[in-house]
């Protein structure tokens, strides 16, 4: 479904994604590993037309995607959750979900049954949500675009654990239930690494692992080496 | 946009509770019909403040809605007012086709100077293109007396009778009835475009264009549309101004005209839709009264008036209207045992 062949990508002049391929069929969940800095972000970035490719190609269900322009990205089924939320502060909750709705299985009642505190709070503006309602929204904003794969980019950041358990939760029935395919940038990587099917890790704009998360959960030396945490043995 | 999302029923069900018209709509506008028999002797006035509130109108859709900052959208309502002006001065005497060819004008004008607005650059670049735009065209209209008339206005515009009917008389009967009936048509298809799916994407493509983007809102696109269905409306403005007052003055294409509707937009309350109404009540009435009574120093009050507003009501006369409103709602639950 989505290819990366021999990817060079950065801002400007400034190379941060250096010879990057990979690729995903559809059903998979990937989670994207690394330490900060690494491009992982950038991967995402790259994927949705926000930086500038210098060579190597990007292939969405056969078709070449450098060209295509960005608005154009979302509506061939690539929904992408920024790092920064990006709630429309003076929309209110039900308005950020129905600003660019597309027809399929996600529509306000399977994503107000995903997230029931979004349907608790669908008159307040975006404004007036916690961090963690911001993140749920966002993620319901992407769904309702339908994407054939959606990009999370580390949505765990900063919230409490109460609710980022209640987040790994939606984004486990969004694999296992609904087969959306995802891609999710995390640092929380034990968390990552059991909710998605197989994992990739990144070094300076690379891949350097590829690995199925079972595979990789059992296999501390390359997660100490790559992403640099220790895993406690699940 | 709309079409894929009018394929979910769901979605609409959303949309058509909110496209409903409140009560407070339905009375703003009968209250408008009933001016016409209640004051007889002021129709004149109300139909100018009728005129800058559509004016001021068609700056909410691109500043309100869709957030694109202009300091000369006097140039379509000049542009409109010209043309409207321009037909009936050479023999062409009908009112609804006049209009019609101002705001194509105005339309096409819109249409080829928002190419400029969207070649990037942020706020600053686009207040002194709108700028930049508006001084070049009063310049234009400045120079070409033969035209124009320069400084003195055009003279001898004609308008003959309302659906072959109607004459304009010297009260302004049927100038009232014309304007209103007129900006009520526009005011309708405006509400009823910013309550669609695509109102809701110009909200979020002022909110944070990137976002926008991202989740598939074409924003050249939408801005090349709202600025060119807002100068058609500002157009439409200026050719009612000038066939119900039969004359066209230079002014209608002034720096000043362009600030004044930002004062009244904002004074009055954006992104509301009748933001642009009700300031232009309140300025007009305000320049009417305080000019009364001192004529030379007018402006000095409306500095002070424009200072407060911005600093303490945020959201204009509307906004503070609608705080009020729920502080009302909030007291009144609590006295409720």
New interface residues.
Partial sequence: MLTLEHVYAGYGEAIVIDDCSLTMDEGESIALLGRNGVGKSSLLLTVMGHTKVHRGSIRWCGQDLVKVPQHARARAGLGWVPQEREIFKSLTVEENLTVTALPGKWDLKSIYALFPRLQERRRNFGNQLSGGEQQMLAIGRALMLNPKLLLLDEPLEGLAPVIADELCVAIQRMIRNEGQSLILVEQHVEQALCLTHRAIVLERGRVVHNAQCPDLLGNLSVLEKWVGVRVAHP | ?SD??A??S??LT??RARERWKPAEIAFWFALVGVYFVFPTNLIFVSQILITGLFALSLDMILGYAGIVTLGHAAFFGIGAYAAGLMAAHGWHEPLSGLLVAGLAAGIAGYLSSFLLSRGGGDLTRLMITLGIGLLLFEVANSATKYTGGVDGLQGVEVGKLFGVFGFDLYGKTAYAYVLGIAFLLFAFTRSMMHS?YG??L??MR??Q??????????SACLTNIYTIAAVIAGIAGALLTQTTQFVGIDVLSFQRSADLLIILIIGGT?TLYGGFVGAAVFMLAQDRLSNLNPQYWLFWLGIILIVMTLYLRGGMLGGLSRLADLYRHWRNKERP
Avoid: K, Q, V
């Fill in positions: 946009m894929t999302l394929r979910d769901r979605h959303f949309l799916p809701l994407a909200r979020s909110e944070n990137t976002r926008a983007l991202a989740i598939g809102i074409p924003i992104a």
